[in-house]
């Protein structure tokens, strides 16, 4: 699925994320470029999201970090859902 399907970027560049329910939240500007190639940069963030969270749990199984230091990344990764910075 595209970025394109996940938001949409308003003329002055104001960057969207279609939350569940049909509502948008802005998720921030971009004036380097065009609709496209802000959805690719918004939609970058996403990726890196989700890797960030396949390592914390990678790390936490192998032993390579504390409970405490996965449960910061977990409290990072809900507040970035809950304010999305990202598409």
């Not at 802000?38 to 749990?57: C, I, M, S």
Request: no cysteine; glycine share 10%.
């Amino acid at each position: 699925m595209s970025e394109q399907s996940w938001g949409r970027v308003a003329d002055d560049g104001t960057v969207f994320v279609r939350l569940p329910g049909g509502d948008e939240s802005v998720v921030g500007q971009f004036a380097a470029g065009d609709p496209d190639a802000a959805l690719a940069f918004f939609g970058r963030k996403y990726v890196d999201l989700v890797a960030e969270v396949r390592l914390a749990a990678e790390r936490l199984q192998k032993g390579m970090a504390t409970p405490d230091q996965t449960d910061a990344i977990v409290a990072r990764v809900r507040e970035q859902l809950q304010n999305p910075t990202f598409v």
